[in-house]
């Protein structure tokens, strides 16, 4: 538990499962659950750097704490967009939003 | 400013050549309106640049060592090319004659073109040609002197175009354009290759560098030629000379200035100017003596089939334009130049005074002047008569001077057919001279005459006794210029040591006839010439001067020969032919189907290649987000494996 | 493996129920078809990340953590389901293709990443601080993140006005 690699692999993970949600779900209420893992896949990143390599603790958790205030403002927006699309399409499917088709 | 007035040589070349420009700007933009007010601007312009030019010609007369301001526009230190003056007494003799010609014919204009609707236009356009030729004429550099040479060009488009409700006359003004253009690429051409080659463009380096033989001999002789392409151009030389019997469109003060005594003659005035540079190249020499023959010889014969008062006067300025070409090209450096400015006095007088018949009897046809009284104007058919003397080269008038000169010149060249040909060339030009002198003077009822409506009539009117300021006002410059051709010829001395410089007697044996070597050679010559002169006149009198002379010409009896010489040989059906056959039928064809097929095809395939490929690859924007996002993804993963593993 | 028994056996234990908690949760944020079910998954898998946090040394930030994703924004998330109802709606079918893509996919990201983990050799900087306390974090802000704090604040602000415009202009447009 005590090596960086452990961390890395699980914040590696975490970001590729939420990749793959991303990628895959329909749901855009998933797609934003899925993006909130990855954020936190890259919050576990700085932390683990922060305490193993960086010079000053204080730093990486001075990101995250950024990293938490951009997701909740990213969940903001898309909570609110996903909202808007409800009533313009009433579905939250990502797959029926493709007015930009060719 | 002050230091205009430090040197006052500077201060008069500046004003002298900028003057005519500001007067021109002052009229197009303010005095439009007001046709009085124009004409001062210009007249009092163009007196200024006069005096100026007097003054520079005296206050140098006796320098001997040019007087030269230029600025250096240098793009490279392997270049040189100066801006500015350099007045050395060929550059100061065309100045006086340019300024005072321009000045005649400016004030004979307000006579001439009284109550014309563009008046005003028609000062503008005086004033411009006057800023482009006299600064053209002091240019020190050869990239100046092309400058204002095609100003010069522009001018003479315009004013040819005078009268652009005509259609005749605006045609005439593009072929001028065009055509002179033709010779204008090779004249740039030339410049470049001498630029490339020797990187230096000032007169008087060049001049001194070929004489020098410091520029290679093959170097030259291109360039020479190249160069000598614009003079056919500008001076009407053989190929290129129809454009300018069709420049006699325009107003005649125009004719008299710029398509007889000066434009044309400024591709002589620069072969002149770099006249060590032709000299250098032999080749060069050669051709420009064989096109001169053959132009001075064409335009004769064209000359003697025309009944066009001022065609007949242009075909003669071809014809002594190419007579000059001819002393030039046979090594005559003072010859050429002086025929230059004798020409330009008695040539314009000749035009001044067509334009007072035509002015008065409003046709240019010397039957028909000749018919209605145009030998009771006196002023106009004296001068005239003075003036076809001149042009026949008959003592004592300048052109006898003159043309000796050149014969002179031709006669010590080893072969004997240019002499002849120049001799030959002053028979058809004493005869078409006083063919036409004898129509208007001594007229004849013919039943062969066209009957125009204004031409019969007029003449009882107008006697000498009621004629306004208009007329006066063009007699006066016609007088003066009468008087100048008498007695211009006896200046030849001075002038030429003026022009040649006390340390060319070589050049100046090689040039006059008075060397002590010639002795007999030269009077048989200077009876020869007189004498195909005086047989020309003899043959003009039998034909149309004595009473019961049947006024019909030798020509009306070899009618092909007459239709050959009055189609100008055929000239200009020849170049509308090969414009028609080989531009139009063959090049222009081939470029529009090259333009509809290839070029348009091409872009109409590109087009369709477009919107084709969008059609296929359009299903990629499937607006499915997360396609895209995967297809990103994927790559960023490649990327990472390929750089990381 | 004698790590495995006493204190020291406690926190290794603790620490790999710690990563199952969080990648259970993972997975079950992702690959159920019941969007409450991820919502539930979303806050295991968050809580567990809490608890990393914890191991990596930082309480405060732990704490933070629960605190906003947990408080706030799986709760946003919640609301969101509550207004759209995605449950009363139909239920998609999945489509193979897509699957096999997005696991290929993520796959492919996912030992690229291994590569880079596995073969960079990570050197610690030669002079470490230890000072973890949340009062140098207070002063960092403040002094040398102070333009940041105060962008990701202007960010939040936007943030919130946007959401509000957002949301209230389609309800403005659909009606």
């Known amino acids: 538990m005590n090596s960086l690699s452990t961390y890395l692999i699980l914040a590696a993970m975490l970001f590729c499962l939420g990749l793959l949600g991303v990628l895959q779900r329909r749901n855009l209420i998933g797609m934003l659950i899925a993006i909130e893992l990855m954020l936190g896949g890259a919050s576990i990143n700085f932390m683990a750097f922060n305490r193993f390599l960086a010079p000053e603790p204080a730093v990486g958790q001075i990101i995250t704490l950024f990293v938490m205030g951009i997701a909740a403002a990213e969940a903001a927006i898309g909570l609110s967009i996903i909202l808007a699309l409800f009533r313009q399409m009433r579905s939250i499917n990502v797959e029926r939003a493709q007015r930009l088709s060719g | ?645 | ?175």
């Open chain 2, 1 to 645: 400013m002050m230091w205009l007035f430090k040197d006052p040589v500077l201060a008069a070349a500046c004003t002298g050549t900028w003057l005519p420009f500001l007067a021109m700007l002052v009229i197009l933009i303010f005095t439009r309106r007001n046709q009085r007010l124009s004409a001062g601007i210009s007249i009092a312009s163009i007196v200024t640049s006069l005096i100026c030019a007097i003054y520079l010609f005296t206050k140098l007369f006796h320098a001997g060592v040019p007087v030269q301001y230029e600025v250096a526009w240098a793009m490279t230190p392997d270049l040189y090319v100066p801006f500015g003056y350099l007045l050395d007494p060929h550059s100061l003799l065309m100045l006086l004659i340019v300024a005072t010609i321009a000045c005649l014919v400016q004030i004979y204009s307000v006579g001439y073109m009284a109550g014309d609707p563009g008046f005003s236009r028609y000062y503008a356009f005086q004033s411009l040609f006057a800023w482009a030729m006299l600064t053209m004429v002091i240019a020190p550099g050869m990239l100046q002197l092309y400058i204002f040479w095609e100003l010069v060009g522009l001018a003479s488009y315009l004013l040819i175009g005078y009268y652009y409700e005509k259609y005749s006359a605006s045609q005439a003004g593009k072929k001028a354009f065009v055509v002179t253009r033709l010779g204008d690429i090779g004249f740039f051409l030339g410049l470049i290759f001498l630029m490339l080659g020797y990187g230096d463009l000032g007169i008087l380096n060049i001049n001194q560098a070929a004489a020098g033989h410091q520029i290679p001999g093959p170097l030259v002789t291109i360039s020479a030629l190249l160069i000598f392409c614009g003079v056919i151009g500008k001076s009407a030389q053989f190929p290129l000379l129809t454009w300018l019997p069709d420049a006699m469109e325009g107003p005649t003060p125009v004719s008299a200035l710029l398509h007889s005594a000066t434009m044309v003659a400024a591709g002589v005035y620069m072969m002149s100017r770099i006249f060590p540079f032709f000299a250098a190249s032999p080749d060069a020499m050669a051709v420009a003596l064989a096109i001169g023959t053959v132009t001075m010889l064409l335009a004769s014969t064209m000359a003697m089939a025309t009944y066009d008062l001022k065609q007949v006067w242009a075909y003669s300025t071809v014809s002594q334009l190419g007579f000059m070409v001819m002393g030039l090209g046979a090594g005559g450096y003072f010859a050429g130049v002086f025929h230059l400015t004798t020409h330009a006095g008695f040539k314009a007088l000749l035009f001044l005074c067509s334009g007072m018949f035509i002015h008065e009897f409003h046709t240019n046809d010397m039957r028909v002047i000749g018919q209605s009284g145009g030998r009771n104007l006196k002023v106009p058919m004296i001068s005239m008569t003075i003036g076809a003397l001149a042009l026949s080269g008959l003592f004592p008038f300048s052109g006898f001077f003159s043309k000796e000169a050149i014969m002179g010149v031709l006669a010590q060249h080893t072969n004997k057919v240019w002499l002849f040909a120049g001799l030959l060339g002053a028979l058809m030009t004493a005869y078409y001279s006083f063919r036409l002198i004898f129509f208007v003077a001594l007229p004849r009822k013919l039943a062969t005459v066209p009957a125009e409506d204004h031409g019969h009539g007029h003449g009882a009117d107008h006697g000498d006794e009621h004629h306004g300021n208009a007329y006066w006002a063009m007699a006066w410059p016609v007088m003066f210029l009468a008087s100048v051709t008498c007695v211009l010829g006896f200046f030849q001395a001075p002038l030429e040591q003026f022009l040649t410089g006390g340390h060319a007697a070589a050049a100046a044996h090689g040039a006059g006839q008075e060397g002590a070597g010639h002795g007999m050679g030269h009077y048989v010559l200077l009876a020869g010439a007189i004498g195909c002169a005086l047989a020309g006149l003899a043959w003009a009198w039998v034909e149309f001067g004595r009473k019961r002379a049947p006024q019909e010409g030798f020509l009306k009896k070899f009618p092909l020969a007459e239709i050959l010489f009055a189609r100008r040989w055929y000239l200009d059906d020849f170049y509308r032919k090969a414009l028609d056959t080989l531009v139009y039928g063959g090049l222009t064809s081939l470029f529009t189907r090259n333009d509809r097929r290839v070029i348009d095809g091409a872009i109409d395939g590109i087009c369709k290649l477009t919107v084709g490929t969008g059609r296929m690859t359009s299903f990629m924007q499937s607006g499915m987000l997360q396609y895209n996002l995967l297809v990103m993804v994927a790559g960023i993963g490649l990327v990472l494996l390929f750089f990381f593993i």
């Open chain 3, 1 to 175: 493996m004698s790590a495995w028994f006493g204190i020291e056996g406690v926190a290794h234990l603790a620490f790999w129920v710690v990563v199952g908690i969080t990648l259970g949760g993972a997975g079950l944020a992702v690959f159920p078809r019941n969007i409450l079910h991820n919502v539930v998954g979303l806050i295991l898998a968050l809580s567990g990340v809490a608890g990393i946090y914890l191991f990596l040394g930082s309480m405060f930030i732990a704490l933070m953590q629960l605190l906003i994703y947990v408080g706030a924004i799986c709760i946003a998330i919640i609301f969101a389901i509550m207004l759209s109802r995605p449950l009363h709606l139909e239920v998609p079918v999945r489509r193979l293709p897509k699957v096999v893509g997005g696991v290929g996919a993520a796959l492919v990201f996912f030992l690229g990443l291994l590569g880079v983990i596995v073969k960079t050799c990570w050197q610690a900087a030669p002079e470490r601080g230890t000072d973890w306390s949340i009062k140098t974090i207070g002063d960092l802000l403040l002094t040398r993140y102070d333009l940041a704090f105060e962008v990701i604040s202007l960010v939040l602000l936007v943030a919130i006005i946007g959401a509000i415009v957002t949301a209230g202009f389609s309800r403005r447009l659909s009606s």
